[in-house]
């Protein structure tokens, strides 16, 4: 079966430096990876996609997110985090096969100024 | 503002009641997905309806069940409540055809809060 799994539950950032999130996946082929930010008391908010092509792929808010198929990966980055960007974000995978999103459980992020 | 509409926006009851939570998906979508997410379990996928049929199952409880509409809204509707069963319940909606089927779009939410 298909996971998804961060293993950062946490994870604290002055305002102004790089950001990494890590996020792993199980599944034989290539899934269909996303990233979501959901912010205190809202909905999760789609932050970028990986269907298929270039392995590095941009998304809104200054993030960007590397697929790499031979380590199950498809960290989140950003080079320069801002205050507004602490919120908790979930990696998600879907199937060629089944429209469900599987989450991650989540990194939280916090953003010291 | 992702287009994806939910009411209300809070909930409380108690137990062995039944409640019913609505979405609005956006305009021109045909699916409708629903999760929970809570502290245990996070985010866990119910259910996904396809232009009014049932298309997809996941750890959905018997006590729950949804459906959709002709207009494409969808119910989802809570009964004998637990206190477990207190959530946030989200409801998602996917264009259709070729792999833009697969990004989906989240409403606010609706907070249960079993008592």
New interface residues.
């Given amino acids: 079966a298909q996971s998804v799994t961060q293993p950062d539950i946490h994870i604290t950032v002055s305002e102004g430096a790089s950001l990494e999130l890590r996020c792993n996946y199980s599944y034989g082929a290539t899934p269909?990876l996303?990233w979501?930010v959901q912010s205190p008391g809202?909905?999760?908010?789609?932050l970028l996609?990986y269907?298929?092509g270039d392995t590095l792929v941009q998304g809104i808010k200054g993030f960007e997110a590397e697929f790499k198929r031979s380590q199950s990966s498809f960290n989140l980055r950003k080079p320069s985090v801002h205050w507004s960007d602490a919120a908790e974000y979930?990696c998600a995978v879907?199937t060629y096969n089944?429209?469900?999103?599987?989450?991650?459980?989540?990194t939280r992020l916090q953003v010291f100024p | 503002d992702?287009g994806?509409t939910q009411t209300p926006k809070h909930l409380i009851t108690a137990t062995g009641q039944r409640v019913t939570l609505r979405c609005s998906p956006r305009s021109g979508d045909l699916?409708v997905?629903w999760?929970q997410q809570s502290l245990d379990q996070?985010?866990q996928?119910l259910i996904?309806y396809y232009n009014g049929e049932e298309?997809?199952k996941?750890n959905i409880l018997e006590r729950f069940s949804a459906q959709q509409f002709p207009d494409l809204h969808s119910e989802l509707n809570l009964s004998s409540l637990e206190l477990g069963d207190s959530a946030l319940y989200?409801c998602?909606s996917?264009p259709s055809g070729g792999?833009s089927?697969?990004?989906?779009?989240?409403?606010?939410?609706t907070r249960l809060t079993v008592t």
């Fill in positions: 269909y996303f979501y809202q909905g999760l908010q789609l996609k269907f298929s979930f879907a089944t429209d469900k999103l599987i989450f991650g459980t989540g | 992702s994806v699916s997905y999760y996070g985010l996928f996904q298309r997809a996941g989200f998602a996917s792999v089927s697969y990004e989906q779009y989240f409403g606010p939410g």
